[in-house]
């Protein structure tokens, strides 16, 4: 069983480029988290994905925005990238409820020049 | 609003001693808690979770962590390091809103084992 898989593993772009993260969520899950973890820090929320739609946004700006497919996979993008959106960004699946383990995928480095 | 707060940025131990990492949190509602690990360029492994049933939660690789409500702690222990253990840890507590979660980290505690 395949667990939570993240292309590409690395990605490096120049400010003012957009990017493109996917996701693919654990079998038998239907919800996606994206997370942003800066150099040094702790995971932050960027927002979650369940049926498609957007449930709730951390404190983002709007540059960054996701989707969700009909087979739950997911894509975040990035516009107008500034250095510092430098990090390692994580996708997390789950099975519904709020009381379900979320379980991580390995991250894409993104690097900003 | 959740929040919680690693008392020790790193903590170093040598092999076969004792470990305890510090998590203190805030919760306006009975909190879920979880101890996550991370390995250098790996994922996020769950360590253990606290879900409101018994206060003394017992995880993988021998870790265990006591809830204690009085002083709004929730310490990560282990009886004897390994090597292995050498990796950064967060203490997290799960947001709920309305029927969904999400995740708040700690800024994490990085665990040094020596020979």
């Known amino acids: 069983d395949a667990g939570v898989t993240q292309s590409p593993t690395h990605l490096i772009k120049t400010r003012g480029q957009q990017v493109t993260l996917r996701c693919s969520p654990k079998s038998g899950h239907d919800t996606v988290s994206w997370y942003q973890q800066a150099l040094g820090q702790g995971p932050q929320f960027i927002f979650q994905?369940?049926?498609?739609?957007?449930?709730q946004r951390g404190n983002f700006p709007d540059r960054f925005s996701g989707h969700q497919f009909p087979n739950y996979s997911s894509e975040l993008n990035v516009n107008a990238l500034l250095l510092g959106d430098s990090a390692l960004y994580l996708c997390?699946?789950?099975?519904?409820?709020?009381?379900?383990?979320?379980?991580f995928g390995p991250g894409t480095r993104l690097t900003v020049l | 609003a959740q929040s919680v707060t690693q008392l020790d940025s790193h903590v170093s131990v040598s092999e076969g001693t004792p470990v305890l990492l510090r998590c203190n949190y805030s919760?306006?509602?009975?909190?879920?808690l979880f101890w996550y690990v991370q390995h250098p360029n790996k994922g996020l492994q769950l360590l253990l979770k606290y879900t409101s049933a018994a206060t003394l939660v017992k995880g993988i690789n021998g870790f265990e962590a006591e809830f204690k409500k009085s002083e709004t702690s929730f310490h990560l222990t282990k009886p004897s390091a390994h090597m292995s253990d050498a990796a950064e840890y967060f203490c997290?507590?799960?947001?709920?809103?309305?029927?969904?979660?999400?995740?708040?980290f700690g800024a994490g505690t990085r665990l040094a084992v020596h020979p």
């Open positions: 997390a699946s789950q099975q519904g409820s709020s009381y379900n383990e979320q379980f």
């Open positions: 994905y369940y049926e498609e739609e957007e449930r």
């Open positions: 919760s306006s509602y009975s909190p879920s």
């Open positions: 997290v507590v799960s947001d709920r809103f309305g029927g969904y979660n999400k995740l708040i």
